[in-house]
């Protein structure tokens, strides 16, 4: 069992930055991709950034060159750092964390970021 609890969200204008965290109770490196998904209304979840044990990530074409992925394993907490936001950025962010053998996955609560003037 992981418990996961994201933190970090908001309000902030188009530009700015934000940087979310999420917090596991339990070693989130081996054997778990981390991910941060997202959320807006009337729309599917969908992958915005994942990192593997050894460090290799993937983003979202969308946020490439803008949000960047990051763990730290002496805190069991994974980061999203989230730069130049546009509106288009506004979603409930889950963190997700998913078992390479068994493929169970566990989620955080979400946490609201919002993009607006």
């Known amino acids: 069992q992981v418990q996961l609890v994201e933190s970090g969200g908001g309000l902030v204008q188009p530009g700015g930055s934000l940087r979310l965290s999420c917090a596991a109770s339990?070693?989130?490196?081996?054997?778990?991709?981390m991910g941060w998904y997202r959320q807006a209304p009337g729309k599917q979840r969908e992958l915005v950034a994942c990192?593997?044990?050894?460090?290799?990530?993937n983003y979202a074409d969308s946020v490439k060159g803008r949000f960047t992925i990051s763990r730290d394993n002496a805190k069991n907490t994974v980061y999203l750092q989230m730069n130049s936001l546009k509106p288009e950025d506004t979603a409930v962010y889950y963190c997700n964390a998913d078992h390479i053998f068994s493929r169970q996955q566990y989620w955080g609560q979400g946490t609201q970021v919002t993009v607006s003037s």
């Open positions: 339990r070693s989130i490196f081996s054997p778990y991709v």
């Open positions: 990192i593997f044990s050894g460090g290799t990530t």
